[in-house]
């Protein structure tokens, strides 16, 4: 099975692909900017934007996995989520937050069949989630809503009794689109949030007969923890 996922799967992409979906890329990541900025910059925004919301840039660390069928162990991969914040039509009890994030997905999945291979499933994304803020007093949010993303690329690092390397995947292999839901709680200290929280994806991610093979019916999961900097300094 992993000699023919090797031949269907893998590959370098062809100089047109690769100029396409670059193209793909750079276009929807400034649709999806300037929709957030134009979210932010709105006067109705602005008018939201006093002692009662938060806005600004966040990071941290992510734990992804997805659910391979037929292999014996799954590990999480450890990436990060960086990006920008805003809360809209904010009050002292909720607020709407849009985020747009660079998060990376994927898994490191240890095969033992036929020979013991160990390949990382290495998949990143340009997210926007828009999330229902719940605020408890001025010292935590709950945080829940949807989240939408786009693959911007991926790639396969394999090591182990067949092959060594990394090869990318080609983009017809995997759905460029995903998306899901995503809950959690974040704490406040001052300008500072400190958070943690759960993406869900429903997307079956394999969107060939190849990946399929492989992946099956995998779905995006992803733990997070996050630093938030609040540059809103009236509400601090």
């Not at 992409?13 to 957030?36: D, E, G, H, R």
């Not at 829940?144 to 993303?149: D, H, L, M």
């Not at 429903?202 to 999961?221: E, W």
Request: glycine fraction near 10%.
């Amino acid at each position: 099975m992993f000699s023919s996922f090797g031949l269907m799967f893998w590959g370098s992409c062809a100089n047109q692909s690769f100029y396409i979906m670059n193209t793909k890329f750079k276009l929807l990541s400034i649709l999806l900017i300037t929709a957030f900025v134009g979210i932010l910059s709105s006067q109705d925004a602005k008018a939201q934007m006093n002692s009662n919301a938060r806005y600004g840039i966040k990071g941290g660390f992510n734990a992804s996995n997805l659910y391979v069928d037929d292999v014996n162990d799954e590990n999480a991969r450890y990436g990060f989520n960086v990006g920008l914040y805003g809360q809209i039509l904010a009050s002292e009890a909720f607020a709407i937050q849009p985020e747009l994030l660079y998060t990376t997905k994927g898994s490191k999945v240890e095969y033992s069949n036929i020979v013991n291979q160990t390949v990382k499933y290495n998949l990143n994304y340009l997210e926007l989630p828009v999330l229902a803020v719940f605020k408890l007093g001025k010292a935590a949010e709950i945080h829940v809503g949807p989240y939408g993303s786009y693959l911007l690329d991926a790639n396969i690092k394999y090591q182990g009794d067949f092959v060594n390397g990394t090869d990318e995947i080609k983009k017809d292999n995997l759905k460029s689109y995903d998306f899901g839901l995503v809950g959690g709680l974040g704490l406040n200290f001052g300008a500072v949030q400190v958070g943690a929280r759960y993406n869900y994806g429903l997307v079956k991610i394999a969107d060939s007969r190849a990946a399929r093979t492989l992946l099956g019916d995998s779905k995006n999961s992803c733990a997070q923890l996050y630093l938030a900097l609040n540059l809103n300094r009236n509400s601090q």
